[in-house]
């Protein structure tokens, strides 16, 4: 029987899907609602087809409820950027008319014709340690806030103000030195005190949040901490984004994903290349701290650091090249990682412990990495199945269209033709009946 990717555009209170065959044939397109109602409406007519693929634009982003619902059911997910889709859309026929029905149609072709997309997992350790992130990454913000919030109030507790932003201890010694008498001024400490408070059990959080990163790292048998600069924040960040790192086929890849290529926009004779904006900016985040605490400290980061500026770089251009190496570790690191997790599960079965630290630092790659690298995206392992043969049919069935009402969706045997008929937008509507030409 023939495969059939199902084509999603998600969104927080519905989906509207479009599913067809590996020969382009529509076989079924509607909408539905997010609910357990219409999710399994949805599935019910999905599940006709044995051999489905699901294809969700944005699986890590607002598409990620309705992918990790469906991984939990067993089915097979692929991740669809919205800059491939947003491609497809601009060059399919329609005038670029962006409704949910052109997007979805607009997904499952990038589905079919493109090879290289990444297939969603289902891993609970990688799924944890991103909950973990991401709630660590919204207390240090809040921290944040509340130390400019306190800075703030000393601006008008003390003449001139604190100098800089301190420690909460330093603020508490600071705070101690103050005694106002009017009525503003009484409030205004109270204020202070009161965020010394927050910032006191910010800091507590924290410091239990990075214990429990660097516990979960390590059963994770990374060894991303090895490199100086990652701590027990940015190596669970990287891996929880990264997830699989055989997803990139070189390290240019990966420096691509992670914005630290530079972008080569050469014309004629003139060669130049510009700072990318794009990639992962979170995981360049950690890469530039990283970056940061290696010139900070007496390594062999800075020490190329400073071989750049010698050669007439500028700070930010040579910060620059030192992102892009730290870039290559990472992801020589990532790799060494997963072949020692791949070589001991060989040898003491699903459960074991990864192999022996492989060290890195900035330099331990061939010298031949610098600001000019370009690399361009090229192609992707296969992450589709093969294809499966098509079961012949007689031309009389061929030719006879039948059709019938499943929760709102039109579905369709293959015909041979690509003519299409108009849908219902709702998933309770009525079906328009059409005669077939």
Same mark, same amino acid.
């Given at each position: 029987?023939?495969?059939?990717?199902?084509?999603?555009?998600?969104?927080? %209170?519905?989906?509207?899907?479009?599913?067809?065959?590996?020969?382009?044939?529509?076989?079924?397109? /509607?909408?539905?609602?997010?609910?357990?109602?219409?999710?399994?409406?949805? @599935?019910?007519?999905?599940?006709?087809?044995?051999?489905? @693929?699901?294809?969700?634009? /944005?699986? &890590?982003?607002?598409?990620?409820?309705?992918?990790?619902?469906?991984?939990?059911?067993?089915?097979?997910?692929?991740?669809?950027? %919205?800059?491939?889709?947003?491609?497809?859309?601009?060059?399919?026929?329609?005038?670029?008319?962006?409704?949910? *029905?052109?997007?979805?149609?607009?997904?499952?072709?990038?589905?079919?014709?493109?090879?290289?997309?990444?297939?969603? =997992?289902?891993?609970?350790?990688?799924?944890?340690?991103?909950?973990?992130?991401?709630?660590?990454?919204?207390?240090?913000?809040?921290?944040?806030?509340?130390? &400019?919030?306190?800075?703030?109030?000393?601006?008008e507790l003390l003449a001139g103000g604190a100098p800089v932003k301190k420690s909460t201890a330093q603020y508490k010694a600071l705070l101690a030195t103050v005694r106002p008498r009017d009525v503003v001024g009484k409030t205004r400490r109270r204020m202070a005190a009161e965020e010394l408070a927050d910032l006191a059990r910010y800091d507590a959080k924290l410091k239990a949040m990075?214990?429990?990163?660097? !516990?979960?790292?390590? !059963?994770? /048998?990374?060894?991303?901490? #090895?490199?100086?600069?990652?701590?027990? *924040?940015?190596?669970?960040?990287? @891996?929880?984004?990264?997830? #699989?790192?055989?997803?990139?086929?070189?390290?240019?890849?990966?420096?691509?994903?992670?914005?630290?290529?530079?972008?080569?926009?050469?014309? /004629?004779?003139?060669?130049?290349?510009?700072?990318?904006?794009?990639?992962?900016?979170?995981? &360049?985040?950690?890469?530039?701290?990283?970056?940061?605490?290696? @010139?900070? &400290?007496?390594?062999? =980061?800075?020490?190329?650091?400073?071989?750049?500026?010698?050669? %007439?770089?500028?700070?930010?251009?040579?910060?620059?090249?030192?992102? $892009?190496?730290?870039?290559?570790?990472?992801?020589?690191?990532?790799?060494? #990682?997963?072949?020692? $997790?791949?070589?001991?599960?060989?040898?003491?079965?699903?459960?074991?412990?990864?192999?022996?630290?492989?060290?890195?630092?900035?330099?331990?790659?061939?010298?031949?990495?610098?600001?000019?690298?370009?690399?361009?995206?090229?192609?992707?392992?296969?992450?589709?199945?093969s294809q499966a043969p098509t079961r012949k049919t007689s031309g009389s069935r061929t030719a006879a269209t039948s059709r019938r009402r499943a929760g709102g969706v039109n579905v369709e045997r293959p015909t041979g033709r690509t003519t299409l008929t108009p849908t219902s937008v709702g998933a309770h509507s009525t079906a328009s009946r059409t005669p077939t030409p």
């Open positions: 029987m023939d495969r059939v990717i199902i084509g999603m555009d998600p969104h927080k %209170a519905s989906v509207t899907i479009e599913a067809r065959d590996t020969r382009e044939v529509l076989r079924a397109k /509607g909408r539905f609602g997010t609910d357990n109602r219409q999710y399994k409406a949805m @599935l019910q007519v999905a599940r006709q087809w044995p051999e489905r @693929l699901w294809a969700v634009e /944005g699986a &890590n982003g607002i598409g990620r409820p309705v992918a990790q619902r469906l991984l939990a059911d067993g089915e097979r997910v692929l991740d669809v950027p %919205a800059k491939l889709a947003a491609r497809a859309r601009v060059f399919d026929t329609g005038q670029g008319r962006k409704t949910d *029905a052109t997007d979805a149609h607009a997904i499952v072709m990038v589905a079919l014709r493109d090879k290289g997309l990444r297939e969603v =997992g289902l891993d609970p350790a990688l799924m944890a340690l991103r909950l973990l992130c991401d709630r660590r990454d919204e207390i240090s913000h809040a921290r944040a806030q509340a130390l &400019n919030r306190l800075h703030r109030l000393f601006l990075k214990a429990e990163l660097k !516990a979960a790292v390590q !059963a994770l /048998g990374s060894h991303l901490m #090895d490199i100086h600069g990652i701590g027990p *924040a940015g190596a669970a960040r990287i @891996l929880a984004d990264v997830a #699989d790192v055989a997803r990139f086929p070189d390290r240019n890849h990966f420096a691509s994903w992670t914005g630290t290529a530079p972008i080569d926009p050469s014309s /004629g004779e003139h060669t130049h290349h510009r700072l990318s904006r794009a990639g992962n900016r979170r995981l &360049n985040h950690v890469l530039y701290m990283a970056g940061i605490v290696q @010139l900070r &400290n007496d390594t062999e =980061g800075r020490t190329y650091y400073r071989r750049k500026c010698a050669e %007439a770089k500028t700070s930010l251009e040579a910060l620059r090249c030192l992102k $892009r190496r730290l870039s290559d570790v990472v992801y020589r690191q990532l790799v060494a #990682d997963a072949k020692a $997790r791949a070589a001991t599960v060989e040898e003491t079965g699903p459960g074991g412990h990864s192999g022996a630290t492989l060290s890195s630092s900035a330099t331990d790659l061939t010298p031949d990495i610098g600001s000019s690298d370009e690399p361009q995206p090229g192609p992707a392992p296969t992450t589709l199945p």
